[in-house]
């Protein structure tokens, strides 16, 4: 059972699908590998448009870029810090305090909602609410000025935070109430684990910890810490065997069920911890002087934009029976929830379809780009165009029902 909450059962049981949709033996979705060159051309003319083909432009894919759309807003804030004099682990443990909470409050928001800036800057999306939990970070919403902690968050008002989004009946978001609860329950994880999180009870102290080990740190170590440290903050209607809650871990039918038991049906994902992994990494080893090892056990994001790229494209297609499952989207979209097998089969296939892609975008490349360099520059940024080119609010092919916690 506790496999299901490793790193390296991410990949292994999404591979496992994947081998499935070779065969065609999936349950939902039916798979065309003969499109698959033509979305790996698609991301090939992203890279050449953006980048000129240069790896060495590409930052990993993480939380960081979203702050800075448009112009840069992270820059001037740690200009800031360093005049001051904070300290260049202080400035790491800030930055990861922000990361943590901008990362948890990056589900899907909806295809309506937007955050004004006071510069009267609109963005949507994971943008925007990277932008809306900057500013409430630096305004001390969620602890003091720049600063997270689990007293702050245990503090926070589910009005304070609807009043920090801007949200509305002209500007609604989905899920505020799911990323609210989200926060209190990290407030209360933070206090509860001083080992992780010290006894301020931050999300930066984890750096203090990772650093009481000596050499480079194995992407195992900060990944059970993370574990361990943000289990309890996942919703209880989550699946559990023997009691104990798995996250992102779902029952997928089209998995090969080689135990007979029920943890051999889970296809676990992790998602927004792999989400923050990616993310929290970049400060923690350009400000914190950490080094890691084991960086490629990450896998690429199962979320709506990689899945939906396959979906746009033609190489993953709803069966007609899967279709009749749909909740009813916007027009003619199919809906699900986040725990419906179509749901999970998607986002099994595109971890499977991610690793299949990097290597078919990399012989079009001078120099070869990491998995992270591919979700940054490649396949996120496409599944978000090619949604905009087919829809008009630019939403992707499949909608989920969000929570706030998911996607």
């Known amino acids: 059972?506790?496999?299901?909450?490793?790193?390296?059962?991410?990949?292994?049981?999404?591979?496992?699908?994947?081998?499935?949709?070779?065969?065609?033996?999936?349950?939902?979705?039916?798979?065309?590998?003969?499109?698959?060159?033509?979305?790996?051309?698609?991301?090939?003319?992203?890279?050449?448009?953006?980048?000129?083909?240069?790896?060495?432009?590409?930052?990993?894919?993480?939380?960081?870029?979203?702050?800075?759309?448009?112009?840069?807003?992270l820059e001037p804030l740690i200009e800031s810090w360093e005049k001051k004099g904070v300290a260049k682990d202080e400035i790491?443990?800030?930055?990861?305090?922000?990361?943590?909470v901008s990362v948890l409050l990056d589900a899907g928001a909806g295809s309506v909602w937007k955050y004004t800036e006071g510069s009267g800057e609109q963005t949507g999306r994971s943008?925007?609410?990277?932008?809306?939990s900057l500013d409430m970070f630096a305004a001390g919403l969620f602890?003091?000025?720049?600063i997270v902690t689990g007293p702050g968050l245990e503090r926070l008002t589910l009005?304070?935070?609807?009043?920090?989004?801007?949200?509305?009946?002209?500007?609604?978001?989905?899920?505020?109430?799911?990323?609210?609860?989200?926060?209190?329950?990290?407030?209360?994880?933070?206090?509860a684990s001083p080992e992780l999180f010290g006894p301020s009870a931050r999300p930066g102290h984890l750096i203090t910890y990772l650093k009481s080990t000596e050499g480079p740190v194995k992407i195992a170590t900060l990944w059970e810490s993370l574990m361990k440290g943000l289990g309890?903050?996942?919703?209880?209607?989550?699946?559990?065997?023997?009691?104990?809650?798995?996250?992102?871990?779902?029952?997928?039918?089209?998995?090969?069920?080689?135990?007979?038991?029920?943890?051999?049906?889970?296809?676990?994902?992790?998602?927004?911890?792999?989400?923050?992994?990616?993310?929290?990494?970049?400060?923690?080893?350009?400000?914190?002087?950490?080094?890691?090892?084991?960086?490629?056990?990450l896998t690429g994001l199962p979320e709506y934009r990689n899945g939906g790229l396959l979906v746009d494209f033609g190489v993953l297609t709803l069966k007609p029976e899967a279709l009749k499952q749909s909740l009813g989207g916007?027009?003619?979209?199919?809906k699900f929830e986040p725990s419906s097998d179509v749901i999970v089969e998607w986002r099994a296939l595109t971890v499977g379809f991610l690793d299949a892609l990097l290597p078919m975008v990399n012989a079009k490349l001078d120099k070869?780009?990491?998995?992270?360099?591919?979700?940054?520059?490649?396949?996120?940024?496409?599944?978000?165009?090619?949604?905009?080119?087919?829809?008009?609010?630019?939403?992707?092919?499949i909608e989920i029902q969000s929570d706030g916690t998911v996607f």
């Not at 943008?127 to 809306?132: F, K, L, P, Q, V």
């Not at 304070?160 to 500007?171: E, Y």
């Not at 916007?330 to 199919?334: C, F, N, R, T, V």
Request: contains cysteine; aromatic residues 8%.
């Open 159 to 191: 009005t304070q935070l609807s009043d920090g989004f801007q949200v509305s009946d002209k500007n609604p978001m989905d899920g505020l109430e799911g990323r609210y609860n989200l926060l209190v329950r990290l407030g209360k994880a933070l206090i």
């Open 127 to 132: 943008e925007g609410i990277a932008i809306a």
């Open 330 to 334: 916007s027009g003619d979209l199919p």
């Open 1 to 73: 059972m506790d496999y299901l909450l490793t790193l390296p059962s991410v990949r292994e049981r999404s591979t496992a699908v994947f081998n499935q949709a070779k065969k065609n033996q999936l349950t939902n979705f039916t798979a065309d590998f003969d499109k698959l060159p033509a979305v790996a051309e698609y991301v090939h003319k992203l890279i050449e448009r953006d980048y000129q083909s240069d790896a060495s432009k590409i930052p990993p894919h993480g939380r960081w870029q979203h702050f800075d759309v448009g112009h840069k807003r």
């Open 368 to 397: 070869p780009l990491v998995l992270p360099q591919l979700l940054e520059a490649g396949t996120w940024k496409a599944g978000r165009e090619i949604a905009k080119e087919k829809r008009a609010n630019g939403g992707p092919p």
């Open 143 to 146: 602890g003091d000025a720049d």
């Open 92 to 100: 790491a443990a800030r930055l990861v305090d922000l990361f943590v």
């Open 232 to 297: 309890p903050i996942w919703p209880e209607g989550r699946l559990k065997i023997n009691g104990k809650a798995l996250g992102d871990a779902w029952v997928c039918s089209s998995l090969p069920n080689k135990s007979g038991d029920e943890a051999g049906s889970v296809t676990p994902f992790h998602k927004l911890t792999q989400w923050l992994t990616y993310s929290i990494l970049v400060p923690m080893k350009e400000y914190g002087g950490l080094k890691f090892e084991g960086e490629e056990q």
